[in-house]
């Protein structure tokens, strides 16, 4: 029995009569090994998968002294060494040469080869809490669709993909795509940091005479404006100090602008201011008139400058 009776010389004896000795014949029986390709499988390779020998990607265990062919139809000769991404996909066919009187044997190989996900290139952006919500996946340079967005790290929790600044949780996220065929999953991360947006307060208005005293602007904003902007004089632009002197300022509208840190924006708020002049009568004088002089026009006793609208009311009592 091939494969389990040993080789060797047989020899088959057959017994004689009185008169005739036994006769023998001897045979000689030498065994080839079969031919052994493995078993026939299928593949699927990441084109950025190192260079593989096809042999050791089929069943069992095949003969080193085979040959290749393929991918079929064509079957051209074939070295055996498939380099994913190069070598063209296909089915490939090992033929295992048999010793005579032992057959060939021949073994499949259907190798695919996919392509890697992308999850893009990782990415760290600054947003202002006062931006409109938006999507992450932009920021991650030529990503597919299709992943899973998670975070932010450590938390590996599920999260939609879109960021409200100003209520999502700054961190670093996490892109990941699976993988297609024999390529693993990809990833990518974001980090998003939130800088706080800028409040100048609230828009005022402001009426003072000339004669009142010094008045602070930054109270009238509200109180939701921040400290540490700067004042500017909108009529020429120049900085000013935020306290209004009537005596000296005039009627201006006066900005106040906070600077916050990048990429929020200045913002600005203004506080319009009317300076009232003071009525001016004038100081009275003395004069003394004889009863026969002709009249005279009581404005012109008057120094300082008097206003000219005024009106006279008296002689006072007691005159």
Do not use: H
Not at 52 to 60: A, K, Q, S, T
Not at 95 to 106: D, F, L, Q, R, Y
Not at 166 to 192: D, E, H, K, Q, V
Request: with cysteine; net charge negative; hydrophobic share 35%.
């Amino acid at each position: 029995s091939p494969g389990t009776s040993e080789t060797g010389v047989y020899t088959y004896v057959v017994g004689g009569t009185s008169v005739c000795p036994n006769d023998t014949a001897l045979v000689t029986v030498f065994e080839n090994p079969a031919a052994n390709a493995g078993q026939s499988s299928s593949v699927n390779l990441c084109s950025t998968s190192p260079i593989v020998n096809l042999r050791d990607l089929l069943g069992g265990t095949p003969d080193a002294n085979g040959t290749w062919v393929g991918p079929a139809p064509l079957n051209p000769p074939f070295s055996g060494i498939f380099q994913p991404g190069v070598s063209e996909p296909g089915i490939y066919t090992y033929t295992v040469a048999g010793i005579a009187p032992c057959t060939n044997k021949m073994a499949t190989l259907n190798v695919g080869v996919s392509q890697p996900a992308n999850a893009g290139v990782s990415n760290s952006i600054t947003v202002c809490s006062s931006a409109s919500a938006f999507d992450m996946l932009p920021f991650l340079s030529n990503a597919s669709g299709g992943g899973i967005w998670s975070g932010p790290l450590p938390s590996t929790s599920p999260v939609s993909g879109v960021f409200t600044p100003g209520t999502t949780t700054p961190g670093t996220y996490r892109y990941t795509l699976n993988g297609n065929g024999g390529c693993p999953p990809s990833t990518a991360t974001l980090t998003i940091a939130v800088s706080q947006a800028a409040n100048a307060g609230n828009n005022a208005n402001l009426s003072v005479c000339s004669t009142d005293g010094a008045v602070q602007l930054f109270p009238l904003l509200g109180p939701n404006a921040q400290p540490g902007g700067v004042w500017t004089r909108q009529s020429d632009g120049l900085l000013v100090s935020g306290t209004i002197l009537p005596s000296v300022d005039q009627t201006d509208t006066y900005v106040y602008t906070v600077t916050p840190q990048a990429p929020c924006q200045p913002v600005s708020a203004l506080v319009a201011v009317e300076v009232v002049q003071a009525p001016n009568a004038g100081f009275g004088g003395v004069v003394t008139v004889c009863d026969t002089d002709v009249a005279i026009a009581l404005s012109e006793l008057l120094n300082g400058g008097p206003d000219p609208m005024g009106t006279w009311s008296g002689p006072e009592p007691g005159w």
